[in-house]
């Protein structure tokens, strides 16, 4: 089995590595794909390697890298897709990912064997600092 490429920008990303853990093994629910509010196109995040589509097999199979995913989702499911440059992300691409990351794990807490609890109440939160998950 490949490996999936990570864009660099997220290899220090704590909740980029427990979304790569946790989805496999059905320890994580991802939410549907949010649209462009002006084209209604499908953003896909930068790193994403699961689809998010329902019923879809490949849910819980990672693609080796986010273009693969862009082309399974425009060539399986017809979605159009917002578009993305090439190349390099911009500061803001990289925050915006990095907390879209942080949000799947914002109301959750992972216990000694690795598996997620989505707590009811907001109470616990996580905000990723490096490599340290710290209690807000």
């Known amino acids: 089995m490949k490996k999936s490429r990570s864009p660099p920008f997220l290899a220090k990303c704590d909740a980029y ?3 790569k853990r946790a989805v496999p093994v059905g320890e994580l629910r991802l939410p549907p794909y949010d649209t462009d509010a002006e084209t209604g196109n499908v953003i896909v995040v930068r790193g994403e390697v699961y689809c998010r ?6 849910a819980k199979i990672a693609f080796c890298s986010t273009t693969n995913l862009r082309n399974h989702l425009r060539g399986q499911h017809d979605v159009v897709l917002q578009h993305v440059f090439d190349g390099r992300a911009t500061r803001l691409d990289r925050e ?14 992972e216990n000694a064997n690795g598996e997620i609890k989505h707590e009811e109440d907001n109470e616990l939160k996580f905000q990723v600092d490096g490599h340290n998950e710290v209690k807000v």
């Open 17 to 19: 590595d427990m979304y």
């Open 53 to 58: 589509m329902p019923n879809c097999p490949r």
């Open 96 to 109: 915006n990912s990095i907390s879209w990351y942080n949000s799947l794990f914002e109301d959750a807490e």
